[in-house]
């Protein structure tokens, strides 16, 4: 069974960085992408960012961009995303997730989940 693996979470500061791996067990995929959530709020996993297998093709919501890349290594079939400036409205449980069929910002494009790691930031 093929499974996806975060980590890199923690505690930052304001304006500090993190960069948090995604490894997957078995095999590489078309696309990645990483979503986010804040736990205990009544809102939808929020699309961060993705990537295509070769990564020549990205795209990033607008509250992360210029300040979050995302990076996909083939050969330890690990995705990252790196996290500079982070801001306290950044805090949310990341999760990472890999689909072979369409790439694009729906949680309905990826198959693959992994369990999430925290990512929390103070101020």
């Known amino acids: 069974q093929v499974q996806l693996v975060e980590s890199g979470g923690g505690l930052v500061q304001a304006v500090g960085s993190l960069r948090l791996p995604c490894s997957a067990s078995e095999r590489t995929f078309s696309n990645y992408a990483w979503f986010r959530q804040v736990p205990g709020q009544d809102r939808e996993r929020e699309f961060v960012?993705?990537?295509?297998?070769?990564?020549?093709?990205?795209y990033y919501a607008d509250s992360v961009k210029g300040r979050f890349t995302i990076s996909v290594d083939n050969v330890k079939a690990t995705v990252y995303l790196q996290m500079n400036n982070l801001k306290p409205e950044d805090a949310a449980v990341y999760y990472c997730?890999?689909?072979?069929?369409?790439?694009?910002?729906?949680?309905?494009?990826?198959?693959?989940w992994g369990q999430g790691t925290q990512v929390t930031v103070s101020s």
């Open positions: 997730a890999a689909g072979n069929l369409f790439a694009g910002v729906r949680r309905s494009y990826y198959a693959y």
């Open positions: 960012a993705r990537i295509n297998r070769c990564g020549s093709s990205t």
